[in-house]
């Protein structure tokens, strides 16, 4: 069952996507992956990917807050089928792209764990489809967890300006756990304006402007999955808000949230 289909069209933008698939024990889902890529996120649950001719096992996880998982890349113009003997939720996060690449299986000790800020900025960042790890066309993807009582994306930062210092990308956040909360605000030529609440099963859609903080009510972790991506060179560059900027300063001095990393032994 599909729980959530963003496409570049209803998102009235160019190219990120996003599909989350609910499947039973034993089911499938089969689809063509068209003009986009795919990268295959297990959020729950275990799962046989099927793709030109290739069958890739991811082995998954129980949650999102139960460590990194291996993930799939499938390129522009496959046949693609997904079956889970035990059933789960899967995410299909997607870009509209023009050059074809090989199908990918991202293991979990390829994916490059990232703990960022400090204090109560503290979060981790499991990166699976960033440039550094993942050769692809247009699509950036990430995923990040956040201890209750933190915030995440902070700094705010934007990412709509092409640049040497910044790329132009459109951003979907979804996002599992909470409750949370998610700000987006704008400049005096392209203004949005964002606060909102935010739980299991939840996006928002970045279009443009800043973003952050992503916020995790106390008692309550939040996780969010990032896909992005753009017109431009397949980087992500980011501007932080000049107000805000010089929080990044007061991290050395403080340490992680020793909460972190989330994994499997932990939990």
């Not at 996880?61 to 997904?82: E, H, N, Q, W």
């Not at 996780?223 to 000049?242: F, K, S």
């Amino acid at each position: 069952m599909i729980r959530l289909d963003v496409t570049p069209e209803s998102a009235k933008w160019g190219y990120s996507g996003l599909r989350v698939v609910e499947l039973a024990a034993g089911e499938s889902y089969a689809t063509s992956t068209g003009d986009d890529e795919v990268i295959v996120v297990p959020l729950s649950g275990a799962v046989t990917v099927t793709a030109d001719g290739q069958e890739i096992e991811l082995q998954g996880r129980a949650s999102v807050f139960d460590g990194p998982t291996d993930v799939a890349y499938i390129p522009i113009k496959a046949d693609l089928s997904l079956t889970s003997h035990r059933g789960g939720r899967f995410a299909l996060a997607t870009a509209r792209a023009t050059k074809r690449h090989s199908v990918k299986h991202v293991t979990v000790d390829q994916v490059r764990v990232e703990l960022r800020g400090a204090g109560n900025c503290s979060r981790q960042v499991n990166n699976f489809g960033t440039p550094d790890v993942l050769d692809a066309d247009r699509i950036i993807a990430c995923e990040v967890l956040t201890p209750g009582g933190n915030w995440s994306s902070y700094p705010p930062h934007k990412h709509d300006d092409a640049g040497p210092h910044e790329s132009e990308l459109e951003e979907i956040y979804y996002y599992e756990g909470g409750p949370g909360y998610q700000r987006v605000y704008g400049t005096e030529d392209r203004p949005v304006d964002v606060l909102e609440e935010v739980r299991t099963g939840d996006v928002v859609l970045i279009p443009h402007g800043w973003h952050g903080p992503s916020m995790a009510a106390p008692g309550f972790d939040l996780y969010y999955l990032n896909v992005m991506a753009g017109p431009g060179e397949r980087l992500w560059l980011i501007q932080d808000d000049p107000e805000y900027a010089w929080i990044r300063d007061t991290w050395a001095d403080q340490e992680i949230d020793p909460r972190l990393p989330y994994r499997k032994e932990a939990r």
